[in-house]
């Protein structure tokens, strides 16, 4: 295996695509990632904050709210992503024109995060017309300009589609990535240093509210101008694993002892173990390479995009039909739908991704960011010619 610090581009910098066994393993990792996002978000969420007029899910036993909890606290987050994010895009060195960049980010996050929250704002606002859909978070049925735009963009708080916040947060990154750049190769990792103490202080700010979002990019741009970092976690990255799970498992249970109160130590224990499991996920990346793990990845990789975009809508469906059945998470009922539900969600999302690919091919193309079975399958046979 060629070493990390051994494969430069043109300009002197990682390029993590001139790395073929690294290259694969970012394909599986995003698929690992939206998986994890879709089993955090399974209903009903556990919410930590200790409100009077916020009525906590309740669970037919302990054993079943340790789950929920746990399946919430100790799954990767979105830094996973972000971080791959930062090693392609300022691995590609020396830089595209910006504007020719702008168009690509415009094309391949903007159109989708539109398409995928202007609809489903207005069919909630529909819903909640009728006396529906309150459990959306957005007060929609009066049909108001402000609230509306606010549920789309996510600008005070989440979309009603909410994994679509990071498709937001991540363009506008995107946006800024000549900046963030320049401070990384000025400032080292100090950039990085400062997204981590603004997560772990949970400092609040409009539109860039998720400082993992951010800390994962500069991360990711640290990498490629310090790629000796990954060499360092092929070797250590178990050790990182290891001690990131000892911590989220504290926090899970700190989180059922005191379940409903904002105990603020298992907060600042997850954060912190998010940075240790970012080079644990990695390292983790590489035995998804056996034969059968991988021939999964590859068959989900072209629906990617629809996985993570798609999700919630669905989940919203699944789980009325849930509490129209069986009545709440109380039923004995909920284990088995707990544990069945991302089987059907990812089953519903191949299918209807097929269904809506062969309906309107172009549609869809601009609703997955051109991340369809034939664009991905082109794109390789290119980056294959091209050595």
């Known amino acids: 295996m060629a070493t990390a610090a051994g494969v430069v581009g043109e300009a002197g910098y990682f390029n993590i695509r001139a790395n073929r066994e690294y290259a694969e393993r970012i394909d599986r990792l995003r698929i690992f990632a939206v998986l994890g996002i879709m089993i955090f978000h399974l209903p009903p969420l556990v919410t930590y904050q200790s409100d009077p007029d916020r009525t906590l899910p309740v669970f037919s036993s302990d054993w079943i709210l340790f789950l929920k909890i ?20 300022f691995g590609a060195q020396p830089a595209p024109p910006y504007g020719k960049s702008v ?3 415009t094309r391949r996050l903007f159109v989708p995060f539109l398409i995928w929250t202007v609809p489903f704002s207005l069919l909630v606002a529909v819903l909640q017309s009728f006396g529906l859909g309150s459990e ?13 735009v606010d549920s789309v963009l996510g600008i005070t708080t989440f979309p009603v589609n909410v994994p679509m916040y990071f498709t937001r947060s991540m363009f ?15 400032t080292g990792p100090l950039l990085f240093l400062i997204f981590a103490a603004l997560k772990i202080g949970q400092v609040q700010v409009p539109v860039l509210y998720s400082w993992s979002i951010c800390a994962g990019f500069a991360l990711g741009a640290y990498l490629v101008v310090q790629p000796e970092w990954l060499d360092h976690i092929e070797q250590h990255g178990g050790k990182y694993l290891v ?11 700190i989180r059922f002892m005191y379940y409903g109160q904002n105990v603020r130590i298992a907060t600042i224990l997850t954060d912190v173990a998010d940075f240790f499991m970012l080079p644990g996920t990695w390292w ?14 590859k068959r989900l990789n072209p629906y990617n995009f629809a996985l993570f975009a798609a999700h919630v809508p669905l989940i919203h469906i699944y789980w009325n039909l ?66």
Request: include cysteine; charged fraction near 15%.
């Open 243 to 253: 001690a990131a799970l000892c911590l989220l498992l504290v926090s899970a249970l």
């Open 322 to 387: 849930f509490e129209a059945w069986f009545g709440s998470s109380a039923s004995p009922a909920y284990p088995v739908f707990f544990f069945i539900h991302p089987v059907l969600l990812v089953g519903s999302i191949l299918y209807l991704s097929k269904f809506a690919e062969w309906l309107s091919p172009t549609l869809w193309s601009y609703a997955v960011g051109g991340r369809t079975r034939n664009e991905l399958n082109v794109r390789k046979e290119r980056a294959v010619q091209a050595g």
């Open 103 to 105: 168009r690509k980010w």
């Open 172 to 186: 506008v990154l995107l946006l800024l990535s000549p900046l963030i750049w320049w401070l990384v190769r000025r």
């Open 136 to 148: 959306y978070g957005h007060q929609l049925g009066d049909f108001e300009i402000w609230p509306l």
């Open 284 to 297: 983790l990346g590489r035995y998804f390479a056996y034969p059968r793990i991988a021939a999964v990845f």
């Open 70 to 89: 746990a399946s919430q606290t100790m799954i990767p987050g979105m830094m996973v992503l972000t971080m791959i994010t930062g090693l392609l895009v």
